[in-house]
């Protein structure tokens, strides 16, 4: 793609024994984001089932107002938010909680089909050996006052076994290889994590045709992200990261890039989990 340009920065081999914090390795990777939508003097109550509903109000370009029953109720507050729109049709909008700690608020919803999902990061008081330390929920549901239709959004295995490589700036060019429904792998093919790579936890969600949600959560790091694959025409993905940073605090970063797909493989018997 002409606009993804490729530079020869973050070409050294890390150090194997010097993993990178997540501020280090998240510098510069929203750089081919798509750009952010405008959602002033909109609103949306959105419906998970009794685990969420969600009514938010857009005040202006940065700061959404927002009220929810079931896992999120409360006051009503104010809180930032991110909105990128992904089609015509699908907007992508990520709430970097200020008014809750260590949580991330991530929702999809589509104003044509009606249909709507929601992830829930958290990151977990202390670390857990082999437990990654941020977790994740997630819900489908619908948008208020829109007739749903077509498939609800849930768990896909339809990425089993494809292998793509993502570039999200000229200095960040990651490798994914997605093994099973509830692991994937990567390697770090340019970037302050050259050389790095391993196998995480992961979740597949299909939100519509050629539309995925993917979400890992790290082993090694404190550190889990919330992406939409665009898998359709325009190969473009749009996530958020939720982690601790190298001082051990909370942060928020928005990412996205291209995606340029290398390849599938399909078992022939037995299948993954």
Request: charged share 20%; glycine share 8%.
């Amino acid at each position: 793609m002409t606009d993804a340009e490729v530079s020869d920065r973050a070409l050294e081999e890390a150090p194997a024994d010097e993993w990178r914090s997540y501020d280090e390795f998240a510098a510069g990777i929203d750089t081919y984001r798509l750009p952010n939508a405008d959602l002033t003097g909109t609103s949306v109550s959105l419906t998970f089932a009794s685990e969420l509903a969600i009514t938010l109000d857009f005040v202006d370009a940065d700061t959404v107002t927002w009220t929810a029953e079931g896992v999120l109720a409360g006051e009503r507050v104010s809180d930032p938010y991110d909105a990128v729109q992904v089609r015509p049709d699908v907007t992508f909008v990520s709430l970097p909680f200020t008014s809750r700690e260590r949580q991330a608020l991530t929702l999809v919803f589509s104003t044509s089909t009606g249909r709507a999902l929601a992830a829930l990061s958290t990151i977990q008081p202390e670390a857990e050996e082999d437990i990654p330390q941020v977790s994740q929920e997630f819900w489908s549901g619908v948008v208020d006052g829109i007739e749903a239709s077509g498939e609800a959004p849930g768990p896909s295995r339809d990425l089993i076994g494809k292998r793509n490589v993502y570039r999200y700036s000229p200095f960040h060019l990651y490798e994914h290889t997605y093994m099973s429904s509830q692991r994937y792998m990567w390697q770090c093919i340019q970037g302050v994590q050259r050389g790095h790579g391993d196998v995480d936890m992961s979740t597949v969600w299909k939100f519509d045709d050629g539309l995925y949600l993917f979400c890992f959560r790290e082993f090694k790091i404190a550190v889990a992200s919330v992406w939409l694959h665009d898998l359709g025409y325009a190969l473009r993905t749009t996530g958020i990261f939720l982690g601790l940073n190298g001082a051990g605090a909370a942060e928020h970063s928005r990412a996205g890039g291209h995606i340029y797909p290398l390849g599938a493989i399909s078992y022939p018997d037995v299948q993954p989990i």
